[in-house]
C-alpha cells in the first residue's frame, strides 16, 4: 500500500513512517520543515528513512494545491495519514490566524485533493484538547465538544467536522484519531516532558504554571503507533478514537517521577495558570480497544525512563 503521510518529519510523523516502512509499505512524506521548532531536528528525525526505496520526501506547504496535485500525478495513493499541523495551545492564542489557515485550510486542501484524486481512505490526526474543560471524566468520544477554550482545540475540532462533511457528501472512509498528550523520543522540544527533562539535567530552573494539581493523560509513543496503525488497517465509513494511556498523573507527581529517574531534584519556579490550561484530560478508551483492538502497554513510570535514557543518549 503506498500512503501520504503528511508532518511525517514531525514527532508523530517519523515514527509512523519508519513503523510503515518497516512493514513494507511505501511512504510519500509530505512536510515543510516549518520553524515552529528548530527544522533540524525534523530532518534528524526522518534521516533514518532517506535511504529506503520505499520512501519518498517531497517539502512543502499542505495548503498548496498545485504540489499537492504534483504529487498525485507521480505516486498513487491508497490512503493520506493527515498528521501535519500548527501544534500547541499557548501558541495557537499568539497566532490564531496562522493556526486556522494551516491546520483548517490545510485540511481542506487534503480532503479536496483525496475527492479529486479518488482516494477514498483519510486518517486525520486530531487532539484531546477539543475537549476543553470536560466536567464528566473520563472523556469519551460522544461527549459535547462544542466550548473549545483555544483556537488550536477550535481548529481541530472544525477539521473533525469537515473530515465528517466529506464522509457525508463523498462517501470517504475516515477515522479521527484523538491524542492525548503523547510524549516518548523525538517529543517536540518545548512540550513539557522533553523541557522539564532538559532543564531537571542542565539544573535549570523549570516553569510550573497552576499550583502542580492539574493531570494529565500521557501516552507513549509505541502506544500511539499501536492506535494509528490499526486505525491505518481498519477502515470504517466515519469514526471518531481516543487514543490515550486511560490514566493520569498530577503534573506535581510527574515532576518527582522524573527527578528519580534523572537523579536530580527540580528547581520549580511556580506561576499562575495560563489560558487555554485544562485542570485535566482523561481517555476513556473503550470505544479504541472493541473497534481498534487498541491496547497501550507502557505506564507513565516505565515511559518517563525510556524517554530519560533517550535523552541522555542524545545528549552524550
Known sequence: MKILVTGGAGFIGSHLVEHLLKRGDEVVCLDDFNDA?????KRKSIAGCLPSPLFTLVEGDIRDGGLLRKIGARHECHLIVHLAAR??????IKAPMLY???????????LE???????????????SSVYGVNRKIPFSEGDRVDQPISPYAATKRACELLCYAYHRIYGMNISCLRFFTVYGPRQRPEMA???????????????????GSSRRDYTYIDDIMDGVLKAIDTPFPFEIFNLGESETIQLSALIETMERAIGKKAIVTQ???????????????RKAKEMLGYAPKVPIQEGIERFVSW???QSK
Not at 37 to 41: F, K, L, R, T
Not at 87 to 92: C, D, I, K, L, N
Not at 119 to 125: A, K, L, T
Not at 200 to 209: K, N, T
Open 311 to 313: 535523552y541522555k543518549g
Open 37 to 41: 521548532y528548530d527544522p533540524a531536528i
Open 193 to 211: 516532558i522533553h523541557r522539564f527533562t532538559r532543564k531537571i539535567a542542565q539544573g535549570e530552573p523549570i516553569e510550573v504554571y497552576g499550583d
Open 87 to 92: 501544534a500547541g495551545v499557548r501558541e495557537s
Open 113 to 127: 485533493f483525496a475527492r479529486e484524486k479518488g482516494i477514498n481512505r483519510f486518517v486525520f490526526g486530531s487532539s
Open 271 to 285: 506561576f499562575a495558570s495560563q489560558a487555554g490550561d485544562v485542570p485535566v484530560t482523561y481517555a476513556d478508551i
Open 100 to 110: 486556522e489557515q494551516v491546520n483548517c485550510g490545510g485540511t481542506l486542501t487534503l
